[in-house]
């Protein structure tokens, strides 16, 4: 199978961090924190020990749902070291790449979608300290990343995304044209602060066998948030529902009954529920 190696950084101590993509089932793990290829394509980090002849650490990254009909494909391109915590960056289009604490909790969009991410690592390579994705409704990909040694983190890239997220103030806070834009991202030193998703619930799913129209309707704590509404067995990816003061209803057009859906928020909280027919 495909395994290649897209970035290294090297440590005061001289042990060597690499980061790459693997879709091998046995690609070698040591000290995991995830021990198996949980996707099509995952993404790998690997530390090794000053002498370059054991592993320290090394191991997959990456989720192992996408929306229909894609593969799940995680890939990291670069990696930074400090006080031996490995922030590494890539692009995924897995909808259930892990996260922590993140400054955004939910791919971008649907069918197609791909956001960067920027994931630290504890210094044993078990933990995941941060985890987040960076992006809007299309592909954006993450290909660089620097530390100050203050707890900052630049990330830098490219964004095909009109709805990229940016900052009141920034240098550019809109896509310049219809071709793909840099991207330079500050991620502040309290990152991995707790991160408190809102509580979501599904309060009808109905499903019309002479309309093929299944009824939504659902609440979430924090009004801001969107709520996004998926096949649970599949991930086909339905459409957003309609809200306002936290509660939202929708109706989406459906050639079969789905029986289960999954309702997800912006703001990071899920919910699954049964659907009944009439």
Same mark, same amino acid.
């Given at each position: 199978a495909e395994d290649y190696a897209t970035g290294i950084a090297v $440590? *005061? +101590? *001289?042990?060597a961090y690499v980061a790459g993509v693997t879709q091998s089932s046995d690609f070698p793990t040591e000290n995991a924190l995830q021990g198996a290829n949980a996707g099509f394509r995952d993404a790998f980090v690997a530390k090794l020990t000053? +002498?370059?002849d054991e592993? +320290?650490?090394s191991t997959y990254l990456g989720g192992g749902r996408a929306y229909y009909p894609s593969a799940p494909r995680d890939e990291a391109y670069y990696i930074a070291v400090d006080d031996g915590h490995a922030w590494v960056v890539g692009r995924t289009n897995s909808n259930d790449f892990p996260t922590k604490d993140p400054i955004q909790p939910l791919l971008g969009c649907c069918v197609g979608a791909q956001d960067a991410f920027v994931t630290e690592l504890s210094a044993q390579g078990t933990q995941v300290l941060f985890s987040s994705y960076l992006g809007g409704k299309r592909p954006d990909w993450a290909y660089g990343v620097a530390l100050d040694g203050a707890g900052g983190v630049y990330v830098a890239g490219m964004a095909d995304s009109g709805d990229f997220p940016t900052t009141t103030g920034a240098f550019q806070e809109e896509v310049a044209s219809t071709r793909t834009n840099g991207f330079v991202a500050k991620i502040d030193a309290n990152a991995g602060e707790p991160f408190s998703p809102d509580t979501v619930k599904v309060t009808a799913a109905q499903y019309s066998r002479t309309s093929k129209e299944l009824q939504v309707k659902a609440t979430s704590t924090d009004p801001r948030a969107t709520l996004i509404v998926e096949v649970t067995a599949t991930s086909h990816r339905m459409g957003t529902l $309609? *809200?306002?003061? *936290?509660r939202y209803s929708g109706t989406f057009q459906w050639a079969v009954n789905p029986e289960h859906i999954t309702v997800r928020s912006t703001k990071g909280g899920v919910a699954t529920a049964n659907v009944t027919t009439k």
């Amino acid at each position: 199978a495909e395994d290649y190696a897209t970035g290294i950084a090297v $440590d *005061g +101590a *001289g042990s060597a961090y690499v980061a790459g993509v693997t879709q091998s089932s046995d690609f070698p793990t040591e000290n995991a924190l995830q021990g198996a290829n949980a996707g099509f394509r995952d993404a790998f980090v690997a530390k090794l020990t000053p +002498a370059g002849d054991e592993l +320290a650490y090394s191991t997959y990254l990456g989720g192992g749902r996408a929306y229909y009909p894609s593969a799940p494909r995680d890939e990291a391109y670069y990696i930074a070291v400090d006080d031996g915590h490995a922030w590494v960056v890539g692009r995924t289009n897995s909808n259930d790449f892990p996260t922590k604490d993140p400054i955004q909790p939910l791919l971008g969009c649907c069918v197609g979608a791909q956001d960067a991410f920027v994931t630290e690592l504890s210094a044993q390579g078990t933990q995941v300290l941060f985890s987040s994705y960076l992006g809007g409704k299309r592909p954006d990909w993450a290909y660089g990343v620097a530390l100050d040694g203050a707890g900052g983190v630049y990330v830098a890239g490219m964004a095909d995304s009109g709805d990229f997220p940016t900052t009141t103030g920034a240098f550019q806070e809109e896509v310049a044209s219809t071709r793909t834009n840099g991207f330079v991202a500050k991620i502040d030193a309290n990152a991995g602060e707790p991160f408190s998703p809102d509580t979501v619930k599904v309060t009808a799913a109905q499903y019309s066998r002479t309309s093929k129209e299944l009824q939504v309707k659902a609440t979430s704590t924090d009004p801001r948030a969107t709520l996004i509404v998926e096949v649970t067995a599949t991930s086909h990816r339905m459409g957003t529902l $309609d *809200g306002k003061n *936290g509660r939202y209803s929708g109706t989406f057009q459906w050639a079969v009954n789905p029986e289960h859906i999954t309702v997800r928020s912006t703001k990071g909280g899920v919910a699954t529920a049964n659907v009944t027919t009439k």
